[in-house]
């Protein structure tokens, strides 16, 4: 009897609009019959996830125990996949100098290969690929990206599939906001633990017009790179990477 491949999605997101970015990745994981999706707010089914063939996440200051941390480890560890889209990698902390990404989550943040530190405004920017080779992103064109550019520290060996280019300073209301040396800023790369791999995208903003909340009363309405043809490439391929098909 041939069996579904099962996969899991993660959505909550703050400052985002979750219920946005869910429609549009359970559309995507709907275009194949084979797939059934399980859908949850946060990590703490951790049989669910571990039973999945790939869990898909869109999140940001979602904050996973030290339990559910070692769970999402453990899953891919034994041989997961893990697609992680956008704010997975970011915890942050509102202050009276401004926002603030505390250190912490790291058994986390080294499972993603990566933590969120700021990002300038959002801005058109160069998006180059990194690795042509890659099925990931064989044949995909540089583009230009209208989305937030994600600066971030890594952790373990990182393959890096797509980046861009900052160098400055900024005044976005992070603490953080000095970025002066040119090093790459990756907006795709894998990233393998143990048996398993993750896949994390830095693209994929979106903001409906309360999201903002308590920052901003209401905010205006953004929807970044959903509508770029060669995201949602990227993410169709990301899924079919996430089936083990790519």
């Known amino acids: 009897?041939?069996?579904?491949?099962?996969?899991?999605?993660?959505?909550?997101?703050?400052?985002?609009?979750?219920?946005?970015?869910?429609?549009?990745?359970?559309?995507?994981?709907?275009?194949?019959?084979?797939?059934?999706?399980?859908?949850?707010?946060?990590f703490a089914d951790a049989d669910a996830?571990?039973?999945?063939?790939?869990?898909?996440?869109?999140?940001?200051?979602?904050?996973?125990?030290?339990?559910?941390?070692?769970s999402l480890r453990d899953f891919v560890s034994a041989g997961g996949r893990w697609i992680a889209l956008h704010g997975t990698n970011a915890i942050l902390d509102i202050s009276a100098g401004g926002m603030i990404c505390p250190?912490?989550?790291?058994?986390f943040m080294e499972t993603l290969g990566s933590r969120f530190i700021s990002h300038p405004a959002i801005a058109p920017y160069q998006v180059t690929v990194s690795d042509p080779e890659h099925p990931l992103v064989r044949g995909?064109?540089?583009?230009?990206?209208?989305?937030?550019?994600?600066?971030?520290?890594?952790?373990?060996?990182?393959?890096?599939?797509?980046?861009t280019r900052y160098t400055g300073t900024f005044h976005t209301g992070y603490v953080e906001n000095e970025w002066p040396t040119d090093d790459p800023r990756l907006v795709a790369y894998t990233h393998c633990v143990g048996d398993g791999e993750v896949l994390y995208i830095t693209l994929g903003h979106c903001c409906g017009k309360y999201d903002m909340q308590p920052i901003q009363e209401v905010a205006e309405v953004v929807r970044g790179s959903w509508d770029h043809p060669a995201y949602r490439e990227l993410?169709?391929?990301?899924?079919?990477?996430?089936?083990?098909?790519?």
Not at 148 to 162: A, H, I, N
């Open 49 to 70: 996830i571990g039973n999945a063939d790939f869990l898909i996440t869109y999140t940001c200051d979602l904050r996973p125990t030290e339990q559910q941390e070692q």
């Open 235 to 246: 993410l169709r391929r990301a899924v079919e990477w996430g089936k083990r098909r790519l």
């Open 1 to 42: 009897m041939t069996s579904p491949i099962s996969a899991y999605l993660v959505a909550n997101a703050r400052f985002h609009d979750t219920d946005f970015a869910r429609l549009q990745i359970l559309q995507l994981l709907g275009e194949d019959e084979s797939v059934r999706t399980r859908v949850a707010d946060s």
């Open 140 to 163: 995909i064109e540089s583009f230009e990206a209208s989305d937030e550019l994600y600066l971030c520290e890594y952790y373990g060996d990182v393959k890096p599939l797509l980046e």
């Open 103 to 107: 250190r912490t989550h790291n058994t």
